[in-house]
């Protein structure tokens, strides 16, 4: 069966086409990150009309990508939450209207779900049962996960997200938005032992995270370096930039690696799955695949493409709801 698959939860509008769960046929992804720049992050209203300017067009890149036609699609399937509302109501209006017209089942879909169902796109099998740790801008969290549609919260973020920490480091050390893949950039020429920011790992065997104190930490470091402390922008040089990127990227790896594979030992499984948009962080990569097997645990991480927003894993999860008849009515409502 062929799923249109639509993921508008952010500032990507997203529309692809995937065969039974896991051949992505077409992987059609409109950035509005030029939009955001200026303002330093994204902004919703001028989302929401980014992406009802993106939508048509990204739908018919995506059929004629996979060189399909609607009559052959099986279900349409959209993201109706968690996200920006009106980012949400926009994608979902749009997979509703396709449904009606075409008399196709619609399949409301969940946007965490689908980070996790990511790692299962062309893939042969399945990794269920596993532990999955979903890392994106808005969500740090440790799900026991029993099928893709089954998963208990095992421990979530306190304050921020793993990406938003990123984010906002970013925004302190003064490198350019989107601040993720900056910090990426930036922590390849820095040392990542240059500056030992104490570990969040919270008390006892929490598996729940919090990175507002390290954010707080990187801000400190940044002001005290200079002469002046109450000067608020404090220059540091391209070294000691990259230095306090790279310890920082550290500090969360750290961490992430070190829980998850707590997770998988305290539930005994010997799978793990990573998805959203910081599973792209080359530094989390390495250090999962290096750890993860040292530990015996087989790593199931979406290529990169499939990590940050994207509708293949949308559409590549919705075939596990249509295959159990789990379709939605055309009065599913959005929810932030
Ligand atoms: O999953 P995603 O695309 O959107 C949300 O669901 O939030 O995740 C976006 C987050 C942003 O915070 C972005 O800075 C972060 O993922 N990100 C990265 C990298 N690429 C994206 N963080 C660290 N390293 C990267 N290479
Ligand atoms: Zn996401």
Redesign the pocket.
């Known amino acids: 069966m062929k799923i249109l698959g639509i993921e508008t939860?952010?500032d990507e509008t997203c529309a692809a086409v995937v065969e039974d769960g896991r051949r992505v046929l077409s992987n059609v992804v409109a950035t509005q990150v030029e939009v955001h720049r200026k303002y330093g992050g994204v902004v919703p209203e001028i989302a929401s009309r980014a992406h009802l300017e993106a939508l048509v067009p990204v739908v018919a890149e995506a059929m004629e990508q996979a060189r399909t036609g609607l009559d052959a699609i099986g279900a349409v399937a959209a993201v109706y939450r968690p996200g920006l509302i009106g980012s949400l109501l926009l994608g979902l209006a749009a997979a509703k209207t396709i449904a009606w017209l075409r008399d196709r089942p619609l399949v409301g879909i969940n946007?965490v779900e689908s980070?996790i169902y990511a790692a299962c796109l062309e893939r042969a099998g399945l990794p269920f049962p596993c532990v999955s740790l979903i890392v994106?801008?808005?969500?740090t969290s440790l799900y026991f996960s029993e099928g893709p549609r089954t998963h208990s919260l095992l421990g979530a973020t306190t304050d921020d997200a793993a990406?938003?920490a990123?984010?906002k480091v970013a925004a302190i050390l003064g490198l350019p938005y989107?601040?993720?893949?900056s910090?990426?950039r930036a922590a390849e020429r820095g040392n990542p032992a240059a500056v030992r920011f104490s570990r969040p790992w919270l008390a006892g065997d929490s598996l729940d995270f919090s990175f507002s104190g390290l954010k707080t930490a990187v801000l400190y470091h940044v002001r005290g370096h200079g002469a002046d402390v109450k000067k608020r922008e404090t220059r540091l040089s391209e070294q000691e930039t990259a230095d306090v990127a790279a310890s920082f990227q550290e500090c969360v790896v750290d961490v992430l690696v070190g829980k998850t594979l707590k997770a998988a030992e305290a539930r005994g499984v010997d799978r793990i799955i990573v998805g959203?948009?910081?599973a792209?962080?080359?530094r989390l990569r390495a250090r999962f695949q290096r750890d993860a097997a040292a530990a015996g645990l087989e790593l199931f991480i979406p290529q990169v493409r499939y990590s940050?927003?994207n509708a293949a894993m949308v559409a590549g999860l919705a075939f596990h709801y249509a295959r159990e008849g789990l379709f939605a009515g055309l009065d599913l409502e959005a929810r932030a």
């Open positions: 939860s952010c946007h980070h994106s801008g808005g969500h990406g938003e990123f984010d989107p601040g993720g893949p910090i990426d959203g948009g910081v792209a962080n080359r940050t927003d």
